[in-house]
């Protein structure tokens, strides 16, 4: 029995033919997260051979902890060495292997999107967070340095005495004499 379906990339529109009993090896559960059927995870290495279809993958360390969850349309074309993702979930890993396992699903990106947001609210995984600017090595500003002057309980440095001086004076230290004189 075939399922034909619609996998669109942003280099490509195709149609391919999935195979039912594939799409059934796919979800057969080497595991489960968050109650959905994942298969056993596989050794993230190139060229990986994925099955065709999308849904949503999991990152996992060699503990089997989940440090990414992310969603695609097509596995072979997310699943790349280009994983925007990749550097950082080896750095998560300390050096060991990353695994990857997968749900396959066939539906609407929506739908996707709210199971893999399902999936990082239960996990909470260390890759799925946005970076943020470290505040200490960003050039600082008057908002940000009282943030932390009261996190710190410092009392804000008092605000820095403006002097004024007269144009005569200026000249004067300057070494710069008026005209006519």
Not at 19 to 30: E, H, I, Q, V
Not at 113 to 136: A, G, H, M, V, W
Request: aromatic share 8%.
């Amino acid at each position: 029995m075939k399922y034909e379906t619609a996998v669109s990339s942003k280099k490509t529109n195709r149609r391919v033919t999935v195979n039912l009993f594939d799409l059934m090896a796919l979800n057969k559960p080497g595991f489960r997260l968050g109650g959905y059927p994942f298969t056993t995870p596989r050794r993230w290495s190139f060229p990986l051979l994925m099955p065709p279809g999308g849904g949503i993958y999991v990152v996992l360390d060699a503990d089997s902890k989940p440090l990414y969850i992310g969603e695609c349309n097509s596995f072979t074309d997310r699943l790349t060495i280009r994983h925007e993702k990749l550097a950082w979930c080896r750095r998560e890993a300390k050096g060991s292997d990353l695994y990857v396992a997968l749900h396959g699903m066939f539906g609407t990106s929506e739908e996707r999107k709210s199971r893999e947001c399902e999936l990082i609210r239960l996990y909470d995984p260390p890759c799925n967070i946005q970076e943020t600017p470290n505040l200490f090595n960003a050039t600082p500003t008057l908002g940000s340095l009282r943030l932390i002057q009261n996190l710190a309980g410092l009392s804000p440095a008092p605000a820095p005495q403006r002097k004024t001086i007269s144009i005569g004076d200026l000249m004067a230290a300057l070494g710069v004499s008026r005209r006519g004189e």
